[in-house]
């Protein structure tokens, strides 16, 4: 996939009150549609990509029309904001009448990509048709680091390149990474690359298993203690966590198993036309080829965002939990259980805690 950085700052309490009349009226404003989980490159760390040319992948997706369809459904329902990502996205051949429609329905697009596939016609057409942002995923300041991430020679000049078309064109455009053991020494020029391009650079270090639980992402995480350190290096990140905690650290605990946004203003749409809270929850889900999205929104999504823990849940017990990103996606990719505490962020918890002076960490 073309990195989602799914925001490791805990995002439950500031989302919930961003749009807080959309939240009261549960409107989806903000949708994420996964147009396929193929794509070009073949990422260490993917949680979601097969091959361009999976045959059983093809068959499933959405076709174009079906596609079409949903974005009217999702328009009629409120939407405004739709991410549009994969996979690589561009490996579409419907790429661009997918995303003139969307246009013309009045959506903001922000395009999720890996840069590799843009050319001078795909830059023009994004020129014309523009989107709200582009967001490339940087894997590596050397042809050599990024290489061993993508595992696809030629990746690195071409991200290079595709980064080149959009700016030449003003393009809104931001790079962004996951910083892994194979690319964490690389990321101080990372970020002076996009420095010295004029645009905006983020990163983020928590790397899931894939969706269909294999761990083999997992070995490519980086300490606990690292991915604590480099928030506290950053002053803009280590700011944000300052105020998170003054604000939220301490909060009344909930007996709600979701936390965050997802189902409350958010959704997620998969290339096979599932209507789901979140990426990484693919059960349960709404089927959008049996059923419309205003019934999913209204019946299966509000069903998801009511489960309660049982009583084996030690997560909402524990005081740090308002500073911990444990959610049901990462518990069962990593454990196949909603329920079961992902080790890797209880010990980042705790070394964050530790580091800002919480308790005893």
């Not at 405004?80 to 329905?105: M, N, P, Q, S």
């Not at 203003?265 to 209507?275: A, E, Q, S, V, Y």
């Not at 084996?312 to 518990?331: H, M, N, R, T, V």
Request: one cysteine or more; hydrophobic letters at 35%.
């Amino acid at each position: 996939m073309a990195c989602s950085l799914i925001p490791e700052i805990p995002y439950r309490k500031f989302s919930e009150r961003f749009h807080d009349k959309a939240v009261a009226a549960r409107v989806p404003i903000n949708g994420t549609l996964e147009m396929t989980y193929r794509c070009n490159l073949n990422c260490v760390h993917c949680y979601c990509n097969l091959p361009v040319n999976d045959s059983h992948a093809c068959s499933q997706e959405l076709s174009t029309q079906e596609t079409l369809d949903v974005i009217d459904q999702i328009a009629d329902k409120g939407c405004l904001w739709l991410l549009v990502t994969g996979g690589e996205c561009l490996v579409r051949k419907d790429f661009f009448d997918i995303w003139t429609y969307a246009k013309k329905r009045g959506l903001l697009l922000t395009l999720f990509t890996n840069g590799t596939l843009i050319t001078p016609d795909i830059a023009d057409f994004l020129m014309e048709w523009p989107p709200f942002s582009v967001e490339i995923s940087f894997y590596g300041a050397s042809k050599e680091t990024c290489e061993s991430v993508t595992r696809m020679p030629g990746s690195y000049a071409r991200c290079q390149r595709g980064i080149e078309l959009l700016l030449d064109r003003n393009i809104p455009l931001k790079l962004k990474t996951m910083v892994l053991t194979l690319n964490k020494h690389e990321l101080e020029d990372m970020k002076q690359y996009a420095q010295e391009l004029g645009i905006e650079f983020r990163f983020d270090a928590m790397i899931n298993s894939r969706l269909d639980c294999g761990k083999d992402p997992c070995q490519f995480r980086i300490d606990p203690s690292d991915v604590v350190r480099l928030d506290m290096e950053d002053e803009k990140r280590l700011k944000v966590w300052k105020e998170f905690c003054q604000k939220f650290l301490g909060s009344d605990k909930t007996d709600e198993l979701f936390v965050c946004s997802a189902g409350v203003t958010t959704f997620n749409i998969n290339p096979f036309g599932w209507l789901q809270v979140c990426g990484m929850v693919t059960e349960p889900h709404w089927d959008l080829r049996k059923g419309s999205f205003s019934e999913g929104w209204e019946k299966l999504i509000p069903q998801v965002r009511q489960q309660k823990p049982t009583d084996a849940y030690i997560c909402s017990d524990c005081e740090l939990y308002s500073l911990c990103g444990q959610c049901p996606g990462w518990a069962m990719t990593e454990n196949n259980n909603r329920e079961s505490p992902v080790e890797y962020l209880c010990r980042i918890t705790h070394e964050r805690a530790k580091a800002l002076g919480i308790g005893e960490g």
